[in-house]
Nanobody, 124 residues
Framework: QVQLVESGGGLVQAGGSLRLSCAAS????????MGWFRQAPGKEREFVAG????????YSADSVKGRFTISRDNAKNTVYLQMNNLKPGDTAVYYC?????????????????WGQGTQVTVSS
């Protein structure tokens, strides 16, 4: 049984930082593409950043480039999203997800497994 468990969300002032974690268990493929998505009220779920378990460079959306960094720790089966210089527009529920059929994927409907989400709120 696959489980993705996010943690690290919270309330932070604009300009602050948070680090989200996604602990994965039960994934049988070592080449899943792990993505972070976010969804704000009334908006579509959007891709934020992603990285493949097996290697390769990380990817991030233009809206977060230079501020957010995705990384992985294979030994701990954990993916991280370091978020710096947060803005009120970053306020959303952040989800960790796994697409085990693609080397690279930014489309949310291709992802097979999802975490429960963690709320990030940035105050101005």
């Amino acid at each position: 049984q696959v489980q993705l468990v996010e943690s690290g969300g919270g309330l932070v002032q604009a300009g602050g930082s948070l680090r989200l974690s996604c602990a994965a268990s039960g994934l049988t493929s070592s080449s899943c593409f792990m993505g972070w998505f976010r969804q704000a009220p009334g908006k579509e779920r959007e891709f934020v950043a992603g990285i493949n378990w097996s290697g390769g460079r990380p990817y991030s959306a233009d809206s977060v480039k230079g501020r957010f960094t995705i990384s992985r720790d294979n030994a701990k089966n954990t993916v991280y999203l370091q978020m710096n210089n947060l803005k009120p527009g970053d306020t959303a529920v952040y989800y960790c997800a796994a697409d085990c059929r693609s080397y690279y994927s930014t489309t949310y409907d291709r992802y097979d497994y999802w975490g429960q989400g963690t709320q990030v709120t940035v105050s101005s």
